[in-house]
């Protein structure tokens, strides 16, 4: 499950936001994808090696970057693991 | 489950020092406000806004630019939040109202899309950050219509940050760095400003967990005697960004000077057609001359919200003349500008 989700898809635009979805079906340079039950098309102009079940984050119509699995479900763990590797960084510095 | 907001809210009072940190994304803006994040932040700790609207930065010369275009009849489409961001005399949402063919637009690929089906000239006025830029290059490089061209209001951020740290107004000691940018043009670019300057920077996604780590990471770096960039946002963003989307942006845009609303002419932060691509360039294909611009509304201080000396609190017109109903300055017109989010999250 997502931390949160504040990000609107529909007449509120943010313009610097980019939402995560997963791609459903490719043709050509256009993807069919899904952010969560609403279904959009996307370009895919601007990246590379995206396959369909792979998320892409989306701006503007857009396909902007290709996300791993993990990376796009925005799990706690991520913020858990970074926390650890931070404090793994202090305890290097301490011992060296 | 751990509680991950309070243990990093624990870990950002234990290294607590004053600090200013900035950071210049309306998104940004929205999740700190929305979330209540300046009231979890020890006193000494404060987060400012900087130039992080897109719309709110287009200053009044390039609103009166569309305005001329849209008398000579050509069809103007632009992002929502565009109609209503003050000309010297007007806005675009005026000029509909009078009969002009104004039409909002999702994205660039919608504006090609409408030039494909009318035989009028269709203008896209492309305003947006280096997150939004690629799209429009990636619209030329395929070959719109004949009928479409663009009026590049493509602002960029490094070149921003530069001006506001050389101009010391701010006094900044750190920055948070916007995650859509930085997902295109990486985290490189940053690496001057803690180089040269000794900024500690972080660049960060836009879940409010994002905003405390960064600001915990930027604290730390400062306990630490460090000045670096710090990606907190890997989800999305590499070191190196989108190399496809730069590419994109380098072959059609070319980078010059242009003044941004609040600020003076700031070198080399705008993206302007090349001449390759000048058949779609609006400023070339049709005569536009705007003289004597007046830059905003009286009373207005938007230019210093927008520089980050300023809160929309200390503004007159903030919530009395200037609300998101009735806005009077380009701040409190789009969903991304400091005061428009101060004022809806300030009558909850």
Known sequence: MPAFKFVKIGEDIYMCIAAPAQVIEIQDQMAVVDFGGVRQQVKLDLVEDVEEGRYVLVHSGYAIEVMSDEAAKESLEAWDELLKVLDEEDEYQKTN | MKNLSKEIVERIEEISRPVKIMHVCGSHEHTIMQHGIRTLLPEEVEVVAGPGCPVCCVPAREIDECLQLAEKGVTITTFGDMLRVPGSESTLAEAKADGADVRIVYGVAN??????????????????????????????????????????????????????????????????????????????????????????????????????????????????????????????????????????????????????????????????????????????????????????????????????????????????????????????????????????????
């Open chain 2, 111 to 348: 504006a090609v899309e409408i030039a494909q089906k009318l035989d009028n000239e269709v203008m896209f006025m492309s305003a947006g950050f280096e997150t939004t830029a690629p799209t429009t290059a990636s619209e030329l490089l395929a070959g719109p219509p004949e009928n479409f061209s663009i009026l590049s209001c493509h602002r960029l951020i490094p070149p921003a940050l530069q001006f506001l740290i050389e101009s010391g107004d701010v006094n900044l000691n750190a920055l948070i760095e916007p995650g859509h940018v930085a997902t295109i043009i990486g985290t490189r670019p940053f690496e001057t400003f803690s180089e040269k300057y000794g900024i500690p920077q972080v660049v960060a996604g836009f879940n409010p967990l994002d905003i405390l780590m960064a600001v915990y990471m930027i604290l730390r770096q400062i306990k630490d005697g460090k000045a670096e960039v710090q990606n907190e946002y890997t989800r999305a963003v590499r070191d190196e960004g989108n190399i496809k989307a730069q590419k994109a942006m380098e072959e059609v845009f070319y980078i010059t000077s242009r003044e941004w609303r609040g600020f003076p002419k700031i070198p080399d932060s705008v993206y302007e057609v090349r001449d390759e691509f000048s058949e779609f360039d609006a400023r070339k294909k049709f005569d536009i001359e705007v003289k004597d611009v007046k830059e905003a509304p009286t009373g207005c201080i938007c230019g210093a919200i927008l520089r980050g000396v300023a809160r929309p609190e200390e503004c007159k017109l903030f919530k009395k003349e200037c609300t998101p109903m009735n806005p009077i300055g380009a701040c409190m017109v789009s969903k991304e500008g400091t005061c428009n989010i101060a004022y809806r999250y300030s009558t909850l």
